[in-house]
C-alpha cells in the first residue's frame, strides 16, 4: 500500500491517478475527506501533516510514502511512519536546494525535511523538481478579468515541470531499491520567462494575451499580504539577486520514466478549461 499525501495537490493528484490506473494499492491523505476532490475508488484518509498523531489510521499497513516536506514536525512524522513499518519514503523537495544558502527560509525549509528523511531510519529517495507549471494558476483570476497577466521576475527563467512528470518519476521509484539514498534533479523541457509562458497561453486559448512585469517594489508590496515576510525575502533573493539558477534542462525526467518531459504547450492545452 502505498500512501501519498498532498493527494488533493498538483503532484499528489497526479500521483493517485497514475498509481490507480495501473492497478496499485493507494491511499489518499487529505485534511478534509468529505472535499478531497479524489476519484471514486481509491480509499481516501484524513490526516494533518502539522500533527503527527492524526497520521496513525494512514499509515497503518503502508510501505511506501509520498511525502510532502516543511511541515512544523517532519522529524515526528517520520517517527510515525518508521513506527508503522513504512519501507521507503519518496520525499517532495525541490532543486533550490542545490548549492543554496541553508539561510534562505525556502532552502532551509526543503534542506530540513530532507535532514528528517536522512535521520528517519527508512530508505529514501529525495525529488529536486524546478519550478512548477502550475504556478501558472496563480493567473487564472487576471485572465478572467481581461488578457493582460502582470507578474513579477519578469526575467527569471524557469525550466519549468508539469507536476505529472513529478509524479511520474514518483510512481517509477516508489519501492524499487535502486533509488534508495538517491536525489534526483528534475525539470521540464525547455527554460521560460513568464513572457514565454503568457505567449504560449495565448496561443493555447486563442486570446491576444499580454505579459506586464511587475516593479519589484509593487510585487513586493503583493506578494507581502498573502506570503508570510521570510518567504517573500526568499523569492526575491532567488530570483531578483540571482541566488537560484532554475534554468538548467536536464535529462532525468527521461531517463527515469522513459519518455520526455512534457512541455508547456501540452500542460497548458491540459489545463486551458481553467483560464477560459
Ligand atoms: N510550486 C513550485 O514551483 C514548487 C517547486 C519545488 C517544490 N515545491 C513543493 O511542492 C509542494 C507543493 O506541491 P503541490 O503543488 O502538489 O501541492 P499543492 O497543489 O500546493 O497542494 C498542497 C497540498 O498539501 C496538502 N496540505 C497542506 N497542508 C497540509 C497539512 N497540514 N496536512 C496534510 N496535507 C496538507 C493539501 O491538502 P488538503 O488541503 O486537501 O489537506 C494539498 O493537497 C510544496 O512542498 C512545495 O514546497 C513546489
Redesign the pocket.
Given at each position: 500500500m502505498i500512501l501519498v499525501?498532498?493527494?488533493?495537490?498538483?503532484?499528489?493528484?497526479e500521483l493517485v491517478e497514475l498509481l490507480a490506473d495501473r492497478g496499485r494499492q493507494v491511499r489518499a491523505?487529505?485534511?478534509?475527506p468529505a472535499?478531497?476532490g479524489v476519484r471514486p475508488g481509491v480509499e481516501v484518509v484524513g490526516?494533518?501533516?502539522?500533527?503527527p498523531e492524526s497520521l496513525f489510521e494512514a499509515l497503518r499497513g503502508v510501505d511506501g510514502v509520498f511525502l510532502?516536506?516543511?511541515?512544523s514536525d517532519m522529524s515526528g512524522v517520520l517517527a510515525r511512519a518508521k513506527a508503522a513499518g513504512v519501507g521507503h519514503v519518496v520525499l517532495?523537495?525541490?532543486?533550490?536546494v542545490v548549492g543554496g544558502h541553508l539561510d534562505n527560509a525556502?532552502v532551509g525549509?526543503?534542506m530540513g525535511s530532507e535532514a528528517a528523511v536522512h535521520e528517519s531510519g527508512i530508505e529514501w529517495t529525495v525529488l529536486?523538481?524546478?519550478?512548477?507549471m502550475?504556478?501558472t494558476f496563480e493567473w487564472v483570476g487576471q485572465l478572467s478579468a481581461g488578457d493582460v497577466v502582470r507578474a513579477p521576475f519578469a526575467d527569471a527563467s524557469i525550466a519549468?515541470i508539469d507536476?505529472y512528470d513529478?509524479a511520474s518519476v514518483a510512481a517509477a521509484v516508489l519501492g524499487r531499491a535502486e533509488h534508495f539514498g538517491q536525489n534526483h534533479p528534475l525539470s521540464g523541457p525547455a527554460a521560460l520567462l513568464p513572457a514565454d509562458r503568457v505567449e504560449i497561453l495565448a496561443k493555447v486559448l486563442g486570446r491576444p494575451l499580454r505579459f506586464e512585469g511587475q516593479p519589484d517594489g509593487e510585487a513586493r508590496d503583493e506578494m507581502s499580504r498573502t506570503i508570510p515576510a521570510k518567504y517573500v525575502e526568499a523569492f526575491f533573493r532567488f530570483f531578483v539577486d540571482g541566488e537560484f539558477d532554475d534554468t538548467p534542462v536536464l535529462p532525468t525526467v527521461e531517463e527515469l520514466t522513459g519518455r520526455p518531459p512534457r512541455t508547456f504547450e501540452e500542460w497548458a492545452a491540459t489545463h486551458a478549461k481553467a483560464f477560459r
Open positions: 499525501t498532498g493527494a488533493s495537490g498538483h503532484v499528489g493528484g491523505l487529505v485534511r478534509d472535499d478531497s490526516g494533518d501533516l502539522n500533527r510532502l516536506g516543511g511541515f517532495l523537495s525541490s532543486r533550490s525556502v525549509m526543503h529536486r523538481p524546478s519550478g512548477f502550475s504556478n519549468t507536476p513529478i
